[in-house]
């Protein structure tokens, strides 16, 4: 067994050699590897399991859609031809959308540096911090890039609700099991129903995170989680699990 262990040991250095003469540095999974996790059916020493979980975003309220056409003419045909000629058509659908993100640290750390999960708080955080940063704006910032040039699908996030502990994740989906309606304010309405659910977890349960920070464009309480610009509320739940 001695051997065993020894020998798989030998075998995780080399892959961490290979991997730094292939371009990846010091990141025994790859960013991505990392991230969002690896299988490897050759070598079960190459597989990592993915650090973040990212759920189906949803619309908060019913979903509504509409049928657009559109053609595809052949304006080259020549004599007597009649060339060729498509109409087809779409369905478009715009929403409020609540999405869920999960981050394991400890994981995400192992993975970047090839540390046991439980030695994690030991390691340089530096690009920990990095990628979790970049991770979070990519959340408030980016869109799907389907039909990009016919929907220009460019929507940052209105509500963005971080946080940070020890405890069992857990999301906020069931805020949305009645459908919110959609007219007046549906933002605000999302906002309050978050709100609103999210005391009555912590009523139950406890408080559910050790640290939270709202970046939000919208009205929220206070006692809830700081409301921060994004900047600072990505710095403050850094800061909470790394350290200033």
């Known amino acids: 067994m001695d051997t065993l262990k020894q020998k798989l040991k030998t075998d995780k250095k080399n892959f961490k050699a290979m991997l730094k003469q292939a371009g990846h540095g010091d990141l025994y999974a790859g960013l991505e590897g990392a991230m969002f996790g690896r299988f490897v059916t050759s070598d079960i020493l190459a597989r990592s399991d993915a650090a973040v979980h990212v759920a189906h975003a949803f619309t908060v309220h019913g979903l509504d859609t509409e049928v657009d056409y559109f053609?595809?003419?052949?304006?080259?045909?020549?004599?007597?031809?009649?060339?060729?000629?498509?109409?087809?058509?779409?369905?478009?659908?715009?929403?409020?959308?609540?999405?869920y993100v999960a981050v394991d640290i400890p994981l995400l750390i192992s993975n970047?540096?090839?540390?046991?999960?439980?030695?994690?708080?030991?390691?340089?955080?530096?690009?920990?911090?990095?990628?979790?940063?970049?991770?979070?704006?990519?959340?408030?910032?980016?869109?799907?890039g389907a039909k990009l040039g016919a929907t220009a699908p460019y929507a940052y996030s209105d509500f963005l609700l971080l946080e940070a502990g020890a405890k069992q994740p857990r999301c906020l989906a069931?805020?949305?099991?009645?459908?919110?309606?959609?007219?007046?304010?549906?933002?605000?309405?999302?906002?309050?129903?978050?709100?609103?659910?999210?005391?009555?977890?912590?009523?139950?349960?406890?408080?559910t995170a050790g640290h939270r920070a709202a970046a939000t464009r919208k009205q929220w309480p206070e006692n809830a989680a700081p409301r921060l610009p994004l900047d600072q509320a990505v710095k403050q739940i850094l800061d909470a699990v790394f350290g200033a």
């Open 71 to 99: 053609t595809v003419v052949d304006d080259l045909n020549l004599d007597d031809e009649t060339g060729a000629a498509h109409a087809g058509d779409m369905e478009l659908g715009a929403g409020l959308y609540y999405g």
């Open 112 to 144: 970047l540096t090839g540390c046991d999960a439980k030695d994690w708080a030991k390691q340089d955080s530096a690009d920990a911090r990095q990628v979790l940063a970049g991770l979070i704006e990519a959340i408030a910032t980016v869109s799907p």
């Open 174 to 207: 069931n805020a949305y099991l009645k459908a919110l309606p959609a007219k007046g304010d549906v933002m605000q309405s999302a906002v309050d129903a978050m709100g609103c659910y999210l005391a009555d977890v912590d009523a139950m349960y406890g408080a």
